[in-house]
């Protein structure tokens, strides 16, 4: 079994994230498409979902890119992943799959129920910009030591 983000979240996320740190909270179309890795053709798929959400506004013209419009401190990892990925399908039965009926629960039901409960309950608290903060401290070189 695999429990991971789809590289959309994933690229979605490092979006966000290249954003909140560039010059002016603002990124060009191609810097983006550059610190992501993708096209510029594929930028706008990746986008799509965090401008809908209302996280990201995008101005078109020679000064135009994206820039950060919310408090990502108050948006959680569960509000992207269901922008990018479409809400959870709590219906959906891990052993049976889509022959699950209301009726039947399979021997599997409670275990997994209660886990992915968990699951979507750390994604609730986990927010964006406090996962930012946290990333970008992880990953600033460290401070020149100077001599005693």
């Given at each position: 079994?695999?429990?991971?983000?789809?590289?959309?979240?994933?690229?979605a996320?490092?979006?966000?994230?290249?954003?909140?740190?560039?010059?002016?909270d603002?990124?060009?179309?191609?810097?983006?498409?550059?610190?992501?890795?993708?096209?510029?053709?594929y930028?706008?798929?990746?986008?799509?979902?965090?401008?809908?959400?209302?996280w990201?506004?995008s101005?078109?013209g020679?000064r135009g890119?994206y820039?950060?419009?919310?408090?990502?401190?108050?948006?959680?990892?569960?509000?992207?992943?269901?922008?990018?990925?479409g809400?959870?399908?709590?219906?959906?039965?891990?052993?049976?799959?889509?022959?699950?009926?209301?009726g039947?629960?399979?021997?599997?039901?409670?275990?997994?129920?209660r886990?992915?409960?968990?699951?979507?309950?750390?994604?609730?608290v986990?927010?964006?910009?406090?996962?930012?903060?946290?990333h970008?401290?992880?990953?600033?070189?460290?401070?020149?030591?100077?001599a005693?």
């Open positions: 079994m695999r429990l991971e983000l789809t590289k959309k979240t994933d690229l996320f490092q979006a966000l994230e290249f954003i909140t740190v560039s010059r002016d603002k990124a060009t179309g191609s810097d983006l498409a550059e610190a992501l890795s993708i096209t510029t053709q930028l706008p798929h990746v986008m799509a979902p965090l401008t809908k959400a209302g990201v506004v101005t078109s020679p890119g820039s950060i419009e919310a408090d990502l401190a108050s948006v959680s990892l569960l509000d992207l992943v269901e922008a990018v990925e809400r959870f399908d709590d219906s959906r039965c891990l052993h049976l799959g889509p022959k699950h009926n209301g039947h629960r399979c021997a599997l039901h409670d275990p997994w129920m886990a992915r409960s968990a699951l979507l309950r750390e994604l609730r986990s927010a964006l910009g406090d996962m930012i903060v946290a970008r401290s992880n990953t600033q070189p460290a401070a020149p030591k100077t005693s």
